[in-house]
């Protein structure tokens, strides 16, 4: 999403005059950019619900490519057709002297329509190909469970390598070459990847769909609150121990795996839910089995988790945004080599590539040894960890900003659209903090939802990673949005809009980000440390 602050430069660093402007161009984008990532990653759980339910990961994985490339061409095609685009923005002026927008036509429904292809796409990837590649190691043994740990960990590093090329290789040609390359490039990886992913078809181990785990919840939920008012009398001896349908295991493996004890008391957690199976239902489609409520037990004690994580994905949500108008700010020279401000990203992308393999082959060897136990760190512990770092992050990011603005202070630049003499490296700092912070965190979510989850909804529960970064991008865009309305009432000035960014009070914000960062973190160690897991540790 680079391409959108390529744009803001490109039409913001020309002429002063323009600054009003650009001051609400450099808003909306930041916005724009959230809104479509936040998209992109709730669709994942759309995928997950799907591969659990009706299809395989197998499948959502090939239809979701597929409507990926469709949307990625579409783009293609509007961006080489110089009719279904406005007219070129060469250095901030047009004939009209102004940059102009996509019209509300049929241009405007190709571009949208081809970028929310592509957010669905994504969002089916996401929630299908990770379950996907968990499913193929043996979780009855330590050394398939180790496997699949390693896995989670070289998925985000994998997905560091594709971000690697698309900050660097696809931005240089988009800026030399043409939008219509760097989106045919884009275009042309999706299609290859396709035939890849199909040459294992004939190993891959997939879990067949065994019905909706949504109305299984709800069904335990319904049947727990409704016999508060329609009491048959309790009595444990009738409680329903049938198998459901979703008992059904679709592997040998699964079968040696989950044993199923139709004589399993209840836990004493959520007690509330017990009454769904040890009271005769109001109606006969809300029996339940213990293992149904049991599992919706799970799915619940996850939730706190998941929610806990949002903040930190509001804060990895400015990397995409201020952080690189910051940059832009800046100096960006490296020598003699002038680096774009979208292309910083590659920074935490660099550090995770580095972090990752370090991680599996150092870190957590060492742990194990350490704590004698198979994961050496526990999923939760691990995604603490990266919470920590985000506040860190924040602070360090609050610190920069104050340094950046005292040294456009100092050199009278304050109103001057002109570079600062100060490196955009001090910027690499809190997206390292961040970067490192997104390695523990979505790795550790992932691994921990897919293990902790029932085993019917394990596609969807995986997705919940990608939910808590989609959240966290809309959050980004409500708080942006109340803080300028709150500060403008206050102070009568908004922290985070004017003419210049230099005029910001960037630095309060990130440290309002800070202080939430802090309290959510205190919220996860309330939550996390009474959780009880599922699954050997």
């Known amino acids: 999403m680079g391409r959108v602050h390529r ?13 009003n402007a650009c001051s609400f161009l450099r808003f909306s984008s930041a916005n724009i950019v959230t809104n479509f990532m936040g998209t992109a990653f709730l669709l994942a759980i759309l995928g997950g619900f799907l591969a659990d339910a009706f299809f395989t990961t197998y499948s959502i994985y090939l ?41 509300g036509g049929g241009d405007a429904a190709m571009l ?46 994998s997905l560091s390598c594709g971000a690697l090329i698309a900050v660097t290789v696809v931005v240089w040609i988009e800026d030399n070459k043409g939008w219509q390359w760097g989106l045919g490039v884009s275009t042309a990886s999706i ?43 309790k009595n444990s001896s009738n409680a329903i121990m049938n198998m459901s349908p979703s008992e059904i295991l679709e592997t040998e493996e699964t079968n040696n795996n989950v044993k199923e004890d139709h004589q399993s ?21 809300l029996q339940c089995t213990v293992k149904e409520v049991e599992e919706v037990k799970v799915v619940l004690r996850i939730l706190p988790i998941f929610m806990s994580t949002i903040m930190l994905n509001c804060c990895l949500a400015q990397l995409s945004t201020f952080s690189i108008q910051q940059s832009s700010t800046m100096d960006t020279n490296l020598g003699s080599f002038k680096v774009p401000p979208a292309s910083l ?34 999923h939760l512990q691990r995604i603490g ?34 570079p600062l003499p100060i490196t955009f490296l001090w910027v690499a700092l809190q997206y390292l903090f961040l970067g490192s912070a997104d390695l523990f965190t979505l790795a550790g979510m992932m691994e921990f939802f897919f293990t902790e989850a029932p085993w019917s909804m394990r596609s969807l529960a995986t997705a919940l990673s990608w939910a808590s970064l989609a959240m966290g991008y809309y959050s980004s865009t409500v708080l942006v949005s109340l803080i ?30 800070c202080v939430l960062s802090g309290i959510n973190f205190l919220h996860y160690l309330f939550w996390a440390s009474s959780y009880k897991y599922t699954t050997q540790i």
């Open 112 to 157: 949208f329509a081809g970028l929310y292809l592509v957010a669905l796409g994504v969002g089916g990837i996401k929630g299908s190909l990770p379950p996907h590649g968990a499913e193929q190691f043996d979780e009855s043994t330590a050394e398939g469970r180790k496997q699949r740990s390693s896995f989670f960990n070289y998925y985000v590093f």
């Open 63 to 103: 239809i979701s490519a597929a409507i990926e490339f469709v949307g990625l061409l579409i783009l293609t095609i509007q961006a080489h057709i110089p009719a279904l685009k406005p007219p070129s923005c060469i250095m901030g002026t047009t004939n009209s002297g102004a940059c102009e927008k996509v019209d």
């Open 265 to 285: 008391p209840l836990s004493e957690s959520l007690k509330f839910l017990n009454r769904a199976v040890t009271s005769q239902p109001c109606h006969p489609m």
């Open 191 to 233: 299609l290859i990847s396709i035939p890849l992913f199909l040459l294992g078809s004939h190993k891959y181990r997939n879990k067949l769909p065994v019905g909706s785990p949504i109305t299984t919840m709800l069904k335990v939920i319904a049947a727990a609150i409704c016999d508060k008012w329609c009491k048959a009398g």
């Open 385 to 418: 960890t990266g919470l920590v770092l985000s506040i860190v992050a924040m602070a360090v990011a609050a610190l920069v900003e104050t340094k950046r603005k005292k040294t456009a202070l100092i050199h009278g630049l304050t109103d001057s659209t002109e």
């Open 484 to 513: 300028n309305k709150v500060t403008s009432v206050v102070g009568h000035t908004p922290w985070l809009l004017g003419s210049n960014l230099n005029h910001y009070h960037l630095e309060r914000f990130y440290w309002f980000l």
């Open 7 to 19: 744009l803001e430069e490109q039409t913001c660093h020309k002429r002063s005059s323009w600054w």
């Open 345 to 378: 990203p590659v920074f935490p992308v660099l550090f995770i590539m580095v972090l990752a393999p370090m991680y599996d082959h150092a870190i957590l060897p060492f742990a194990r040894k350490i704590t004698r136990t198979e994961t050496g760190i526990t």
